[in-house]
């Protein structure tokens, strides 16, 4: 019979001591999972969020964090817009050359509904056309795919796409219409209706929570146009014919959702809260962000998001997530004692036990791996059932994270620090059984068979 089987069955002899002995490791095994899963997967939604173009150009009378926060997440609150000619530098003006896609964003409204609030952006049909928002682990990109419905067309400029949570919590669905509130707070007046035309499938993003309506239409609701054209800013004219545009610029000709035609916006009375930059080639971000952070004006900034989310992890997410780590290896360090404890105590139960296989012809050594062997099974017992209760935990909260955040957790999700959780649970039990092994080591058989204690 091998050392670990005897062990095996010491264990199963003390079934009631050893099942709460290796619950505790398992409980505490189970909250530094649900800590290092939450955290994976904190990280790759943000950075994920921040993927599928480079740059971010926004008002340069703001942080590089609100700027990030208000566009890419949908929180905080937006900048100062800048002109709407910062746009078209990149469409068919002087940055032009270096950029390979460009799409305004207008932020401002917002929609309530079933008390929640959701952003409404304005942008143009190249957001979910030309842009990806992450990619597979083969490194495919994911493009942005409709579960029902389609893109709104850049011409009509009263129809919207709505991310997967926005429909499945308000309700919206291809053909719904909706009137979005002037300011983000739900307290404003409400604007004309849009029409729904596109539901996004589950990207996994911020953008599951936003409405997006087109820009041409939101230029056109009230408070949303100058009263006068920027000073000192000069109105680009409009695109030769033959120009090749990197964005959608202004249409000459709108219709609404009944086909009417429309007037659209001057574009000397517009604006745009940022603009998101698909670069054209690797160094184009590196000379955007020289050429628009070292004007003189300082009017506008240039931001790479990728820098900033990682900033925002690194400060913020990094030392949090320290922190429960150490507590929860705190909580381990207390399951093994417990196991030291459990198998100290049981010593003195074990000593005529310990003794007759003593004089069966066990060795001292023998006798101090096998309870050796029993406090690593008892550890890797409760690691083993401990990790499978935290992802139990995390597929049980997947829903209410989703339903509250946007996040989704996948129950069977692993992440490599997982692996290392065994191997250190080992030692820790090596140390913890240590004590009771060289107590087991030093039994006295002579005493033990005689029945003194």
């Not at 916006?265 to 690797?282: G, K």
């Not at 074990?350 to 001292?364: K, T």
């Amino acid at each position: 019979m091998s050392f670990w089987t005897i062990a095996w069955r010491n264990m199963q002899q003390r079934w009631l001591a050893s099942s709460l002995t290796g619950l505790s490791m398992a409980l505490g095994v189970a909250v530094m999972v649900c800590v290092i899963v939450i955290h994976s997967v904190a990280v790759k939604q943000f950075n994920q969020d921040a993927a599928g173009y480079h740059l971010i150009i926004g008002s340069g009378k703001g942080s590089k964090t609100d700027l990030v926060l208000s566009t890419v997440f949908h929180v905080g609150t937006p900048l100062f817009p800048i002109p709407y000619a910062y746009y078209r530098d990149f469409t068919d003006g002087p940055h032009a050359d270096l950029t390979a896609v460009a799409i305004p964003y207008c932020l401002g409204d917002s929609y309530e509904a079933n008390g929640r609030l959701y952003r409404v952006v304005g942008v143009t049909p190249d957001l979910f056309d030309k842009i990806q928002y992450g990619t597979d682990p083969d490194g495919t990109p994911r493009m942005y795919q409709f579960a029902d419905g389609e893109n709104f067309k850049a011409d009509r400029c009263f129809e919207a796409v709505v991310g997967s949570m926005v429909a499945s919590q308000a309700g919206l669905n291809v053909g719904s219409t909706f009137n979005p509130t002037h300011g983000i707070s739900a307290e404003g007046d409400k604007h004309e209706p849009f029409k729904v035309v596109g539901v996004l499938e589950p990207t996994g993003t911020a953008n599951d929570r936003a409405v997006f309506v087109n820009i041409e239409g939101f230029y056109l609701l009230a408070g949303h146009s100058l009263t006068k054209p920027h000073e000192g800013i000069e109105t680009p004219p409009p695109p030769a014919a033959d120009a090749e545009l990197k964005g959608v610029v202004a249409q000459p000709v709108l219709y609404d959702n009944d086909g009417n035609e429309v007037e659209p916006l001057a574009p000397e009375l517009r604006e745009v809260t940022s603009v998101l930059v698909l670069c054209a080639n690797p160094f184009g971000s590196n000379a955007l962000i020289y050429a628009i952070n070292k004007d003189a004006t300082r009017s506008a900034q240039a931001v790479a998001p990728g820098g900033v989310v990682t900033k925002l992890l690194e400060e913020i997410v990094g030392p949090v997530q320290v922190v429960l780590l150490v507590l929860t290896i705190m909580i381990v360090i207390v399951a093994s004692i417990s196991i030291l404890v459990s198998i100290y105590n049981s010593m003195s139960e074990r000593s005529h036990d310990i003794a007759v296989m003593r004089a069966l012809g066990a060795s001292r050594v023998a006798v101090m791996l096998i309870v050796l062997f029993e406090s690593i099974l008892l550890s890797v017992a409760g690691g083993l059932a401990g990790i499978a209760l935290g992802h139990m935990i995390v597929g049980a909260a997947a829903p209410y994270v989703v339903e509250a955040t946007g996040v989704r957790l996948a129950v069977w999700e692993f992440d490599p620090l997982e692996l290392q959780i065994i191997p250190a649970l080992v030692v820790l039990a090596s140390l913890a059984g240590l004590i009771p092994a060289i107590s087991a080591y030093r039994t006295d058989v002579a005493r033990s068979l005689s029945g003194a204690r």
